[in-house]
T-cell receptor, first 115, second 111 residues
Framework: SAVISQKPSRDICQRGTSLTIQCQVDSQVTMMFWYRQQPGQSLTLIATANQGSEATYESGFVIDKFPISRPNLTFSTLTVSNMSPEDSSIYLC????????????FGPGTRLTVT | DQQVKQNSPSLSVQEGRISILNCDYTNSMFDYFLWYKKYPAEGPTFLISISSIKDKNEDGRFTVFLNKSAKHLSLHIVPSQPGDSAVYFCAARTGANNLFFGTGTRLTVIP
């Protein structure tokens, strides 16, 4: 499975500011995913990011709030814009497994607290 | 609307005994099911999966059972070890790349 790293691992931010989270993979992957886990909740897919195309957002998530970049096959960023305390969550990136498998492999996550 | 549910937030088991973690789902279009394990400050780690065309999949100490008519799956860990103490998530997919996750069950294996 791919080795995935995320930066920062955690941050405390003031409301109204923005934070960009980086996700780096040690191999080239076609699809990368961004998830959110709010306190006490399950993981929820925010968007799917393919290299060279616009990210595809799930219902309830919009590009203005969560802009995503995917400049190459090993890197992606997620920005949480104009943050409010409700954005306090763990944000995780993931990649699909090998061709023909349906598993996704996750990075360690970024724990965001908005005050 | 929570399509994947784990109704037990926690479970404690003695070392060496069997751990059974349960998961229920509502969407009959789910075609693949997965279990993940998560340690604190780490991302979820893939554990085992099962296709909807099967009713059992085994990998070492871990076995997943699927009952499609009941829309229920379970993860059995035998024998349980202290290192198995973690939060376990079940997840399901519909054929797209979106995984729907349950809220997790915290397993504690008591030495």
């Amino acid at each position: 499975s791919a080795v995935i790293s995320q930066k920062p691992s955690r941050d405390i931010c003031q409301r109204g500011t923005s934070l960009t989270i980086q996700c780096q993979v040690d191999s080239q992957v076609t699809m990368m995913f961004w998830y959110r886990q709010q306190p006490g909740q399950s993981l929820t897919l925010i968007a799917t990011a393919n290299q060279g195309s616009e990210a595809t957002y799930e219902s309830g998530f919009v590009i203005d709030k969560f802009p995503i970049s995917r400049p190459n096959l090993t890197f992606s960023t997620l920005t949480v814009s104009n943050m409010s305390p409700e954005d306090s969550s763990i944000y995780l990136c993931s990649v699909a497994g090998t061709s023909g498998s349906y598993e996704q492999y996750f990075g360690p996550g970024t724990r965001l607290t908005v005050t | 609307d929570q399509q994947v549910k784990q109704n037990s937030p926690s479970l404690s088991v003695q070392e060496g005994r069997i751990s059974i973690l349960n998961c229920d789902y509502t969407n009959s279009m789910f075609d693949y099911f997965l279990w993940y394990k998560k340690y604190p400050a780490e991302g979820p780690t893939f554990l085992i999966s099962i296709s909807s065309i099967k009713d059992k999949n085994e990998d070492g100490r871990f076995t997943v059972f699927l009952n499609k008519s009941a829309k229920h799956l379970s993860l059995h860990i035998v024998p349980s070890q202290p290192g198995d103490s973690a939060v376990y998530f079940c997840a399901a997919r519909t054929g797209a790349n979106n995984l729907f996750f349950g809220t997790g069950t915290r397993l504690t294996v008591i030495p």
